[in-house]
């Protein structure tokens, strides 16, 4: 299964960046062992509307632009259902073991996702309740990818 994420907004060069980065090659390196693979990081710039539900509705279009056919949509959001390592592994598994081929992980904007979006979703996660910038929620989702493939592939990395 391709594993590809969306982020409204660019990450800058910088410690973010790379420690993403990191994680992410990491991912692509393992994954396929596993069924998985990293196909590819959109990022696309914020919406300049006036108002929140304009730039959370023109956000979301740009969103499905982008999106391939039949594709599993997760949505990264505070309000989200949180899931443990071992929960969120059993979700990628179940999902590749489906035979879906896409999943998009999606990072909104500062106004967060469009309401139509989260009726499109497969599932809507947090990665906790507080509020994350997208810098950091890059990192963290980049660093739990490659965690569900060594849960699931019976490497050592996750010890719980």
């Known amino acids: 299964m391709r594993v590809g994420l969306f982020a ?3 990450l800058k060069a910088g410690p ?4 993403a980065a990191r994680y992410f090659d990491r991912f692509a390196k393992a994954g396929p062992a596993v ?4 196909s590819r ?3 696309v710039a914020e919406s300049r509307a006036s108002s929140a539900d304009t730039r959370k509705r023109e956000e ?4 499905e632009k982008a ?3 039949n594709a599993v949509l997760v ?4 309000c ?3 899931l443990d390592s071992q929960g969120f592994a059993d979700l990628l598994g179940g999902w590749r073991d489906q035979g879906r081929r896409d999943l998009v992980l999606a990072i909104g904007g500062a106004d967060g996702l469009d309401p139509a979006l989260r009726e499109r979703a497969n599932a809507v996660l947090c990665l906790g309740k507080m509020t994350w910038p997208h810098q950091l929620v890059r990192i963290l989702i980049a660093e739990q990818l490659y965690r569900a493939v060594t849960i699931l592939s019976g490497h050592p990395y996750h010890r719980a």
Request: aromatic share 0%.
């Open 41 to 43: 990081i959109a990022e």
């Open 16 to 19: 973010e960046k790379d420690l």
């Open 35 to 38: 069924g998985l693979e990293l």
């Open 67 to 69: 999106l391939p056919d």
């Open 8 to 10: 409204v907004g660019r």
């Open 80 to 82: 989200g259902k949180a």
């Open 60 to 63: 979301a279009a740009m969103l």
């Open 75 to 78: 949505l990264l959001d505070e």
